[in-house]
C-alpha cells in the first residue's frame, strides 16, 4: 500500500502539482473549517512529537531482538557522549544540554518493526535534524530511513511534513512556514522527496519545488491548497512519545 502512494504521490505531484486527490472525509475532517485549511498552508503544523515517558520507551523496546535494542543503545550513546552518528553522517554541536535533544522508539512507517527516533536540536541550524534508523536483522545493523528538518509532522499515509528550522527570505508581514513534504516507499525503506514550498518576494505568492524538478515554479495559494489536499487530505496525524536524551532514559531501551 505504502508503494502504491510512493508511485501515485511522485507521478502525479510532478505532473501536475495542482492535481487534487479524491479522499474519503473522516467526520473529523468534515468538522474541520475554512480557517483551518488556511492554517495548514500559513502558519507552523503542529509536529508529531508528544511528551513521552520511560514506559513508551520500554514498550517500543519490547518487540525488538536483543541485537535491536542493543544497537538502537549503540546509537544513542555515540550521540550522548560523542556527538557522532550512524553511516558517517557528521552534525556540529553547539554545546547545549544534549537532554535538550529528543528519542523515541515506535513504528513510525507502518512496516510492523519498531524505528528509532531522534530529533537532534543542540546544534546550529543547518545541522538540527530529525532522524530515523531502523534496526535490519539480516544485516545487523541500523538503516538510516530519514533525515530531516526537526519539526516533523508524520502522517498515517506515509507522507511527512518537514517545517523549515529557518528560512533568510520569508517575506515581511507572512505568517507562511517553508516545508518540504516526504513519503515512505515500503520497497527502498526510505522517505522519498515529493516537493518543497516557500515563499520570496509576496506574501500572496508561493515558490514550489517538486522532485525531479531542476527549478522551482510559481503557483498561487490555491494550487498548493490542493497539492496538499492530495498529499496529506484526511490522514490522520501520528502522535510520537518521545524523551529526552539522557543516560536514564537511554538505559530504558532494554
Keep these: 500500500m505504502r508503494k502504491y502512494w510512493l508511485a501515485v504521490l511522485l507521478g502525479v505531484t510532478v505532473l501536475a502539482a495542482g492535481c487534487k486527490g479524491s479522499t474519503n472525509t473522516t467526520d473529523t475532517a468534515k468538522e474541520a473549517s475554512a480557517e483551518d485549511t488556511e492554517t495548514t498552508v500559513n502558519q507552523e503544523t503542529e509536529t508529531s512529537e508528544i511528551k513521552g515517558t520511560t514506559d513508551d520507551i520500554a514498550a517500543g523496546a519490547s518487540t525488538l531482538s536483543d541485537a535491536g535494542k542493543s544497537a538502537y543503545r549503540s546509537v544513542l550513546d555515540d550521540i550522548y557522549y560523542n556527538q557522532q552518528f550512524p553511516n558517517g553522517l557528521e552534525l556540529d554541536y553547539d554545546g547545549s544540554d544534549l537532554s535538550e535533544n529528543k528519542f523515541g522508539v515506535y513504528d513510525v512507517d507502518g512496516d510492523g518493526r519498531n524505528e ?10 543547518d545541522s538540527q535534524m530529525f532522524l530515523i534508523y531502523d534496526f535490519v536483522e539480516a544485516l545487523e545493523a541500523v538503516h538510516e530511513e530519514f533525515t530531516g528538518f526537526p519539526a516533523a509532522t508524520f502522517y498515517d499515509n506515509g507522507v511527512v511534513r518537514a517545517d523549515w528550522n ?6 515581511e508581514g507572512s505568517d507562511f512556514q517553508p516545508f518540504t513534504l516526504f513519503v515512505y516507499d515500503e520497497g527502498e525503506n526510505t522517505y522519498e522527496l515529493l516537493g518543497s514550498v516557500f515563499q520570496q518576494d509576496e506574501p500572496d505568492v508561493y515558490y514550489q519545488n517538486l522532485a525531479g524538478d531542476e527549478d522551482e515554479k510559481e503557483i498561487d495559494e490555491a494550487v498548493l491548497k490542493d497539492w ?16 529526552d536524551l539522557t543516560e536514564e532514559n537511554i538505559k530504558a531501551l532494554k
Excluded: K
Design 166 to 171: 529557518h528560512d533568510p527570505s520569508t517575506v
Design 116 to 125: 528509532l527516533l531522534i530529533a537532534y536540536t543542540t546544534a546550529s541550524a
Design 228 to 243: 496538499l489536499d492530495f498529499c496529506i487530505g484526511d490522514a490522520g496525524q501520528l502522535e510520537i512519545p518521545m524523551v
